[in-house]
């Protein structure tokens, strides 16, 4: 994977946000990290991402809330403060410009309706690439090889895993499987098939594929490979399904285990992780939701 020290280092800088979401950044400290001056850090910043980095900031942060006014029960005050926001005032005023409801209403279930919006707004991505699959048809197919969640679905604790990372963003869809097959051959020759993990630090169900940070980690098994990053899974516990076949999606957990309990809640702090290994028939693997005890 050929990335020239620029780009690796404007990498460097978003997984840095990522971490410390809750630091006060100013753009004049992006761009001393990313070792640029403070007007070209913004112009390449958002040409690789999208958005400018304060932007990047903010829409993090409140992807971060997202998910913890959804599942947990802590005061919107201390979310706020502990994401970054000066203020409960501030925090409520930008939460509703990006999803259109209070924090309050979030919480009280208006966050289904987002959902639900972006749920529509994924067919419509289907639909305008005519070389991918529909939603529909992705998940008949899913169907087919569905594990009894109940069952099956387990929690279990899982030692931190160091991995090499490769980031994108927003590629989705035939774009995000061709980008995948482009870096498994940048990965040196192995007996077995590497152990791949695609990562999901905002709720799934909060993005759609245009607005997605795709994040690719590999066990780091030897030397990290050119253009990689170097990173590690969180320990931690997790909700964790087996699967085999073409994949299976995070809502089977959510709606089949974890919200028909009330011992254990998602864990927005760390990530999602799908876990697998291409065996090239099919995809052997295991959906890992972070859970913490309420």
């Excluded at 978003?14 to 070792?35: F, I, T, V, Y």
């Excluded at 850090?41 to 913890?68: K, N």
Aim: aromatic share 12%.
């Amino acid at each position: 994977m050929d990335l020239d020290p620029g780009q690796h280092r404007l990498l460097t800088v978003s997984r840095l946000l990522e971490q410390q979401l809750a630091h006060p950044w100013r753009l004049d400290d992006l761009a001393r990290q990313g070792c640029y001056s403070r007007h070209h850090f913004e112009r390449v910043f958002a040409d690789l991402t999208g958005r400018t980095p304060i932007d990047y900031l903010r829409r993090r942060r409140l992807l971060r809330a997202a998910l913890r006014v959804r599942h947990e029960r802590t005061p919107l005050l201390q979310i706020a403060h502990e994401i970054g926001f000066a203020s409960d005032s501030v925090f409520s005023r930008n939460f509703k410009q990006t999803f259109g409801f209070a924090p309050r209403c979030w919480r009280a279930g208006a966050w289904l309706d987002f959902h639900l919006d972006i749920q529509e707004r994924w067919r419509r991505l289907h639909d305008s690439d005519p070389d991918d699959v529909s939603d529909e048809s992705l998940m008949a197919s899913l169907e087919l090889n569905k594990p009894n969640v109940a069952v099956t679905a387990q929690v279990r604790y899982c030692a931190a895993q160091p991995v090499w990372l490769a980031r994108s963003f927003g590629v989705w869809g035939t774009k995000a499987e061709a980008y995948w097959k482009m870096l498994a051959h940048t990965l040196p020759a192995t007996e077995q098939a590497p152990l791949w993990c695609a990562i999901t630090r905002e709720d799934p169900g909060f993005v759609t594929g245009d607005e997605c940070i795709y994040e690719w980690g590999v066990s780091a098994i030897s030397q990290r490979p050119p253009g990689w990053l170097t990173d590690s899974l969180p320990s931690g516990y997790y909700l964790c399904l087996r699967y085999r076949g073409a994949g299976a999606p995070f809502r089977w957990l959510y709606s089949e285990w974890l919200e028909r309990q009330q011992r254990w809640i998602t864990d927005a702090c760390r990530p999602h992780l799908n876990l697998f290994r291409d065996l090239g028939h099919a995809l052997d693997g295991e959906l890992r939701i972070p859970i913490r005890l309420r």
